[in-house]
C-alpha cells in the first residue's frame, strides 16, 4: 500500500472526526511515512509496520468518542463511545461478556450468603420477640454457629474478591495491548 493510499483509507474512515482533528492525526501519519523513507524504507514497509487503516482508525474514533464522552456526559455520547469500543473488540462483547458476568453473579450471590449468615442471630431474635412460645435455645445457639460460618466466609470472600479484581485489572491490560499492536513475542 502506498502512502497516498494509506493516508486517503485512513481519512475515509475518520470521517466521523471534526476536520481540524482529522487533518491533525493524517499530519502524524504523514510524517511516519516521511521518517520511515528517509531510514531507507520503503513506503509498502511503513504501511504494513503502521496496520490497518481501518484498525487505526477504530481505535482513534474509540479515543475521540471517550474523549467526548468524558467531556459531555449525555446518553448520546457515552452510547457512541460505547458502541465505539465495542466495535474495536467486538470478540470481549461475545466470548468473555457471559462468563464475566456469571462470576461476578457468583461472588456477589456468596456475599450475600455470608451476609445473611452473619444476620442469622438478629434474625432469631426478632423471631423470639414476635413469637416467644416458638424460641428454642438451640435455634440461638445454631444461629450463632451459623454467625461464625459467615464471617468465615466472608473472609474467604474478601480474598476472592480481591483476586477476581486483579484478574479483571489484568486482562483489561492484556486486552489493550492485544488490541492497540499485538502482544510481543520473546522467542
Known amino acids: ?6 493516508l486517503q483509507q485512513l481519512e475515509a474512515e475518520l470521517k466521523l472526526i471534526p476536520a481540524a482533528e482529522r487533518a491533525d492525526i493524517l499530519h502524524d501519519y504523514e510524517e511516519h511515512f516521511i521518517f520511515g523513507l528517509e531510514a531507507g ?3 509498502e514497509e ?3 509496520a503502521l496496520g490497518s487503516p481501518a484498525q487505526i482508525a477504530k481505535e482513534l474514533l474509540a479515543g475521540y468518542h471517550l474523549k467526548r464522552a468524558s467531556a459531555n456526559s449525555t446518553a448520546g455520547s ?3 463511545a460505547t458502541w465505539a469500543v465495542v466495535g ?5 462483547l461475545v466470548i468473555v461478556l457471559g462468563p464475566a458476568i456469571g462470576v461476578a453473579g457468583v461472588i456477589l450471590a456468596c456475599w450475600a ?3 445473611t449468615l452473619l444476620a442469622s442471630p438478629l ?12 424460641f428454642v435455645l438451640f435455634d440461638l445457639f445454631f444461629s450463632l454457629f451459623m454467625c461464625g460460618l459467615g464471617i468465615l466466609i466472608g473472609m474467604g470472600m474478601l480474598h476472592v474478591t480481591k483476586l477476581a479484581k486483579k484478574a479483571a485489572i489484568g486482562y483489561l491490560k492484556y486486552n489493550v495491548a492485544l488490541v492497540k ?4 513475542r520473546d522467542s
Not at 499492536?181 to 510481543?184: D, F, S, T, V
Open 1 to 6: 500500500m502506498t502512502k497516498y493510499n494509506f
Open 41 to 43: 524504507k520503503s513506503e
Open 46 to 48: 511503513i504501511a504494513m
Open 78 to 80: 457515552i452510547i457512541r
Open 88 to 92: 474495536l473488540s467486538f470478540f470481549n
Open 113 to 115: 450468603v455470608a451476609l
Open 123 to 134: 434474625l432469631v431474635l426478632i423471631d423470639a420477640v414476635f413469637h416467644p412460645a416458638a
Open 181 to 184: 499492536g499485538g502482544l510481543k
